[in-house]
């Protein structure tokens, strides 16, 4: 059986019954052909011409091997490129990485250009470079308000502003906000909202949300 490559040069999603007969042919492949497929697979995908791509990938499928292929392929494309790769699975970072590192084909030149981080790796360094923001200014070397540290901080802000009903202004209220950049209008939330940031300040610290 031809198992073809894993995408669709139109953008179409694949259908339940032809996922179904492609997954039939993997099963029946030997565990030496389904690398063969997988690094295979992953290389055409990488050199597709698309501006943008979704992949749908469970654990252990070759999602770092297929980043790896697309990073060469703009490499190869692009040679004076610099490459950022971030993702939120700290795992998924440190394998690229360590690819990108070990790959002997790859001159000490070109491994510079690509930087491979977490989210919140990159997030702390463009805050750390911009020093924060005008409105929520940060000194170098500011700190990240811990998971621990959350309800502490919340409610030295309700304290700060005289709001003291921690059961109606509730820190996964304000984290939502956040999170979705979309502030409540209410005069208690905008107060909430500058008290937080006046601490931040302050204290030079962030949290995850913030960044």
Same mark, same amino acid.
């Given at each position: 059986?031809?198992?073809?490559? *894993?995408? $669709?040069?139109?953008?179409?999603?694949?259908?339940?019954?032809?996922?179904?007969?492609?997954?039939?042919?993997?099963?029946?492949?030997?565990?030496?052909?389904?690398?063969?497929?997988?690094?295979?697979?992953?290389?055409?995908?990488?050199? +597709? !011409?698309? &501006?943008?791509?979704?992949?749908?990938?469970?654990?252990?499928?070759?999602?770092?091997?297929?980043?790896?292929?697309?990073?060469?392929?703009?490499?190869?494309?692009? &040679?004076?490129?610099?490459?950022?790769?971030?993702?939120?699975?700290?795992?998924?970072?440190?394998?690229?990485?360590?690819?990108?590192?070990?790959?002997?084909?790859?001159?000490?030149?070109? @491994?510079?250009?690509?930087?491979?981080?977490?989210?919140?790796?990159?997030?702390?360094?463009?805050? !750390?470079? $911009? +020093?924060?923001? @005008?409105?929520? &200014?940060?000194? &170098?070397?500011? @700190?990240?308000?811990?998971?621990?540290? @959350?309800?502490?901080?919340?409610?030295?802000? *309700?304290?700060?502003?005289?709001?003291?009903?921690?059961? !109606?202004?509730?820190?996964?209220?304000? !984290? $939502?906000?956040?999170?979705?950049?979309?502030?409540?209008? /209410?005069?208690?939330?905008?107060?909430?909202?500058?008290?937080?940031?006046?601490?931040? /300040?302050?204290?030079?610290?962030?949290?995850?949300?913030?960044?």
């Amino acid at each position: 059986m031809v198992i073809r490559y *894993l995408v $669709n040069a139109d953008g179409a999603a694949f259908d339940s019954a032809e996922l179904s007969t492609i997954r039939a042919g993997l099963d029946a492949l030997k565990d030496s052909e389904r690398r063969h497929f997988r690094n295979a697979n992953a290389k055409h995908i990488a050199q +597709h !011409e698309a &501006p943008k791509m979704l992949v749908v990938s469970g654990p252990g499928t070759g999602k770092s091997t297929l980043f790896k292929q697309r990073i060469l392929h703009w490499l190869n494309q692009y &040679p004076e490129a610099r490459i950022l790769a971030v993702s939120f699975v700290r795992k998924l970072v440190a394998d690229l990485a360590a690819d990108i590192a070990g790959d002997r084909h790859l001159t000490d030149e070109q @491994k510079a250009q690509v930087e491979v981080l977490t989210l919140h790796g990159y997030a702390r360094s463009l805050v !750390e470079t $911009n +020093h924060g923001t @005008k409105r929520v &200014p940060f000194r &170098p070397h500011f @700190k990240i308000i811990a998971q621990s540290w @959350k309800e502490v901080v919340w409610n030295d802000v *309700l304290n700060l502003v005289g709001q003291g009903n921690i059961e !109606e202004f509730t820190w996964r209220m304000f !984290e $939502n906000q956040l999170h979705n950049n979309h502030f409540a209008s /209410s005069t208690e939330w905008k107060a909430i909202h500058e008290g937080y940031s006046q601490l931040c /300040s302050f204290y030079n610290a962030a949290g995850f949300a913030d960044l």
